[in-house]
């Protein structure tokens, strides 16, 4: 049988801090309504190459990481209070803490802060739902727990 984890119940949230002065662990989340796609904060690592002449190949050593990106598609829901919060962050520029809370047994958590870089804007065609998407920067580490 498998392990694999369902997307039914996932839920994404943006705190209502200053994510440059409020921790996750003090912060209050509201919920962003109605997520249909979740693409997690896809980490890397730079690398600095050390090779030298007594080297018989490339050497590298682990150098700092890059929590990367997170995209999220929703439906539009205009009155949202989590789907305001993101608009708003993304006009004042405002760091903001993300959290990401699995469906597994153990809620596998993700804490992260972000800058919203694409703004979630309402966009669709004759017979569709509303829908928006939003991408945003982690900056930091990305906490799982």
């Not at 984890?5 to 989340?29: E, K, M, W, Y």
């Not at 829901?77 to 520029?93: E, I, K, L, M, W």
């Not at 919203?116 to 966009?123: C, I, M």
């Given at each position: 049988?498998?392990?694999?984890?369902?997307t039914t119940g996932v839920?994404?949230?943006?705190?209502?801090?200053?994510?440059?002065?409020?921790?996750?662990?003090?912060?209050t989340f509201d919920a962003?309504?109605?997520?249909?796609?979740?693409?997690?904060?896809?980490?890397?690592?730079?690398?600095?190459?050390?090779?030298?002449?007594?080297?018989?190949?490339?050497?590298?050593?682990?150098?700092?990481?890059?929590?990367?990106?997170?995209?999220?598609?929703?439906?539009?829901?205009?009155?949202?209070?989590?789907?305001?919060?993101?608009?708003?962050?993304?006009?004042?520029?405002?760091?903001?803490?993300?959290?990401?809370?699995?469906?597994?047994?153990?809620?596998?958590?993700?804490?992260?802060?972000?800058?919203?870089?694409?703004?979630?804007?309402?966009?669709?065609?004759?017979?569709?739902?509303?829908?928006?998407?939003?991408?945003v920067k982690v900056t930091?580490?990305?906490?799982?727990?």
């Amino acid at each position: 049988m498998t392990a694999a984890t369902s997307t039914t119940g996932v839920v994404v949230s943006i705190g209502q801090g200053d994510g440059a002065s409020t921790t996750p662990a003090l912060d209050t989340f509201d919920a962003i309504a109605e997520i249909t796609s979740c693409q997690s904060p896809s980490e890397t690592r730079d690398q600095t190459e050390v090779t030298n002449f007594d080297s018989t190949a490339k050497e590298f050593i682990a150098n700092l990481k890059d929590g990367g990106e997170a995209q999220f598609d929703m439906n539009f829901v205009p009155g949202d209070t989590g789907q305001t919060s993101v608009r708003s962050a993304f006009d004042s520029g405002q760091l903001r803490n993300f959290r990401i809370v699995f469906t597994d047994a153990a809620a596998t958590t993700l804490d992260f802060k972000a800058l919203v870089l694409a703004k979630p804007v309402a966009s669709g065609g004759i017979g569709d739902a509303l829908s928006s998407s939003m991408t945003v920067k982690v900056t930091g580490s990305v906490t799982w727990s």
